[in-house]
């Protein structure tokens, strides 16, 4: 296992959408391994595959508290088939946004079809802090970000702060 380095906004490849996995086989424990890694050291609760510049429909997530036993989630192809009318609000951030947080309104329940690393057909459904992130991670598959949920003149704000870093330091 080693932990890979993660595509930082204003990287374009953020912007891809993800192919779909054609067949789930143990070629995959590799990159599962290293997202989980790569997730847990970072530290975040949630990673998808794309953040490590892996453009296929993977997902890791562990929303366990520290002060719990660790509860990790791979979601290959995940889809969301339900969302709950009902909306909340947290306080989002991404590993590949580093330093950066905003309130973002979404579903506040949400069911998700998907296949787990063994191949089987999964089907959850969550509500709190794992629907959210769930959600968030579902949209990095579509190449889409948190900070697309915020206002657009937050958006171009940390755009433009993460495109002169990014810059000064020669990326
Ligand atoms: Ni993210």
Request: net charge negative.
């Amino acid at each position: 296992m080693s932990i890979r380095p993660i595509l930082i906004l204003p990287d374009p490849k953020l912007r891809l959408v993800s192919d779909p996995v054609a067949k789930v086989t143990s070629d995959l424990s590799p990159l599962i391994d290293d997202m989980f890694e790569t997730m847990y050291d970072a530290p975040g609760i949630g990673l998808a595959a794309i953040q490590v510049g892996v453009p296929q429909r993977i997902v890791t997530i562990d929303t366990a508290r520290n002060d719990e036993p660790r509860k990790p989630i791979a979601l290959i192809n995940p889809e969301i088939l339900w969302s709950s009318d009902e909306l909340s609000s947290y306080e989002e951030g991404c590993l590949s946004i580093p330093e950066f947080y905003e309130e973002v309104e979404r579903p506040a329940r949400v069911r998700v079809r998907f296949t787990d690393r063994d191949g089987s057909a999964c089907e959850m459904e969550a509500e709190g802090l794992l629907a959210t992130c769930l959600q968030h991670e579902i949209d990095h598959l579509e190449g889409k970000l948190f900070i697309d949920h915020i206002s657009r003149l937050k958006r171009e704000r940390v755009v433009k702060k993460f495109t002169k870093a990014a810059r000064r330091d020669g990326a």
